[in-house]
């Protein structure tokens, strides 16, 4: 019988994390590693690494930007490169992780790709938004692992055309951003599929009753690691909390004012609605800032090409709903900023997640407008911020520019106008 074993909870060691070679990772992962800076592991690795690379059954708990890639995919690429256990390579699939989004598909692979560039293991990504001919043709040239999302990978499943019949390694992604999305049907479809013996690993920020179900039905005995002590903070101490109410008609001028804050870095921006978004970054295009938008009124290319920008740095400011962030993945994001306060305590946890990462410093700036109070109330109250009653600024507040650093001098515009990277036209047609 199938049960979930009892949780192992763990805090972070305060002396120094073990390396990817004291945890027995083999040398050609490390030294691809190695040529990316990246020698030593967080805590989520530290603790997970051990239990995957023995091939058992894992739950790895941690929030936003705690590592948690690298968590399921070294032991991924190491098992499918030396395990005895797992047959040798022949191009059909050894390892199948599941992500909810396109963009976090990506992100994971690409990952994976550069651990995996001193061993002969291949990495295929396998989603919707790309042609499927294309990547049917790359399955029959061979892949040994497929990263994807739930659709596209059911599809070619049922097809005939991705042969799960040698998965060792199944690893489900952000399980609780699937269960939002709605995923869960198709997930539990290809987990049917996998009738052999094999490792699976479920990473997640949160546990939901229904992935914890899931875990019970589909997974052996499987060990819930929490990378930190279970009554932490949901946010990360390294994020500085800035909450103020701002007048609807105040809010551009006081975001261009943020955006103005000594040592900003990559910002992201964050409405609620596809229009606030798209007039959000025009706005701040129009104010000389180097912008990008990613929202569901702009085509896949679009948004990837917004997202690439900014993750090269030639856009240093991303405006994104909810939706289209799901899965962003991006390194020393210094700014997040709601424009509009997020609906439920989650998704403001999720936002202001995307900084104070891997253990660097981050701001988050959250401008309660005066018929979003109610909603701020209840984060408050249910995340225990202490601010229940945020006290009230305008663009030229003399506290504002204290609590952010801003100069004196900050204005209403950095430059000429721009034309921001993700643009729909007056007419709904993308260009």
Not at 112 to 135: F, H, K, N, Y
Request: charged content about 25%.
């Amino acid at each position: 019988m199938r049960r979930v074993s009892a949780s192992l909870s763990r805090t972070a060691n305060t002396g120094p994390s073990p390396t990817f070679r004291q945890l027995g990772v083999a040398e050609e992962i490390c030294a691809a590693l190695d040529a990316q800076g990246i020698t030593h592991t967080f805590a989520i690795q530290e603790f997970t690494l051990p239990i995957a690379l023995a091939g058992k059954d894992l739950i790895g708990q941690a929030r936003t930007g705690m590592g948690k890639t690298f968590g399921f995919g070294v032991p991924v690429l190491d098992r499918v490169f030396d395990d005895a256990d797992l047959p040798e390579l022949d191009g059909t699939p050894r390892a199948l992780i599941i992500a909810p989004t396109r963009e976090l598909a990506q992100q994971v692979a690409a990952d994976l790709s550069l651990a995996s560039a001193r061993t002969p293991v291949s990495v295929a990504v396998i989603c919707g938004g790309r042609g499927m001919d294309e990547q049917i043709e790359q399955l029959h040239r061979g892949v040994d692992v497929v990263v994807g999302t739930p659709g596209r990978l059911l599809d070619l499943n049922q097809r005939g055309e991705l042969n799960l019949s040698k998965v060792g390694v199944l690893v489900l992604d952000e399980a609780d951003e699937m269960l939002d999305l709605g995923f869960l049907p198709d997930i539990e479809k290809i987990l049917q599929r996998l009738t052999h013996e094999h490792q699976t690993m479920l990473f997640s920020a949160t546990m939901p009753g229904p992935i914890l179900t899931l875990a019970r039905t589909f997974m052996t005995k499987p060990i819930h690691i929490r990378a930190e002590d279970p009554t932490d903070s949901a946010t990360h101490a390294s994020t500085t909390q800035v909450v103020f109410k701002a007048h609807r008609m105040d809010k551009a001028a006081v975001l261009t004012r943020i955006l103005q804050a000594e040592g900003r870095g990559r910002t992201i921006i964050f409405a609620r609605t596809k229009r606030t978004a798209a007039e959000v970054a025009e706005h701040l295009a129009h104010s000389g800032f180097s912008v990008g938008a990613v929202h569901g009124d702009l085509g896949q290319g679009a948004r990837e090409k917004s997202l690439a920008a900014f993750k090269k740095g030639d856009i240093d400011i991303l405006v994104a709903t909810d939706v289209a962030a799901r899965g962003i993945d991006v390194d020393q994001v210094t700014h997040v900023v709601n424009y509009q306060t997020p609906d439920d305590p989650k998704t403001y946890v999720h936002r202001i997640g995307r900084t104070g990462r891997a253990g660097n410093s981050g701001v988050a700036v959250t401008l309660v407008g005066y018929d979003e109070v109610a909603k701020w109330q209840l984060i408050n109250d249910e995340l225990e911020l202490g601010n229940p009653t945020p006290p009230e600024w305008f663009s030229t507040s003399p506290e504002l520019y204290a609590a952010l650093d801003i100069p004196a001098d900050a204005a209403d515009s950095v430059g000429p106008p721009r034309s921001p990277l993700g643009r729909v036209a007056p007419s709904g047609r993308r260009r």
